[in-house]
Structures are given as structure tokens and as C-alpha cells.
């Protein structure tokens, strides 16, 4: 089976926009967990996961919001 590869064009301006594959990996976690905390989420439960955006199927997250989630974990 051949992998696809989609490329998501960066608008000018804006900060690029991370895949899932891309945030599990900076965060250390599986892919699977980042679908589940977005499913808990769907189901109104407290949030468990860095916000992310919907662009029609696709999942994506802007770096700030991973930064900001990794900043709010942090325990000093």
C-alpha cells in the first residue's frame, strides 16, 4: 500500500499548520491518543488535548496552540 503524501499549502502571514502524525511525534505520544483526546472532546468532556482545527476531513494544529498546551502541562 502506498503511503499519499498531502501537502498543505502555508498561507502568508499565518503560522503553518501541524498533522497529527507531526504533534504526536513533538509531544511524545501516539497518534491514537491524540484521536482519542479529540473524541472525549466531541463528547463534552474537559479538554485533554492542545485545540486543533477541522478543515473538512482533515485535522491540523497550529504551533502556538501545541506550544501553549506543552507551557500549561508543564509542572515547576
Same mark, same amino acid.
Given at each position: 500500500? &502506498?503511503? $499519499?503524501?498531502? &501537502? #498543505? ?13 507531526? #504533534? ?6 501516539? #497518534? ?6 479529540? !473524541?472525549?472532546?466531541? $463528547? ?6 492542545? $485545540? ?8 491540523? !494544529? ?5 506550544d501553549r498546551y506543552i507551557d500549561e502541562c508543564s509542572r515547576i
Open positions: 500500500m &502506498t503511503k $499519499k503524501t498531502v &501537502t #498543505v499549502p502555508v498561507i502568508p502571514d499565518r503560522e503553518p499548520l501541524m498533522n497529527e502524525h507531526e #504533534v504526536a511525534a513533538r509531544l511524545g505520544v501516539r #497518534v491514537g491518543l491524540l484521536r482519542e483526546w479529540r !473524541y472525549l472532546d466531541s $463528547k463534552g468532556s474537559r479538554s485533554r488535548g492542545p $485545540k486543533y482545527l477541522k478543515l473538512g476531513r482533515l485535522v491540523r !494544529y497550529r504551533q502556538s496552540e501545541i
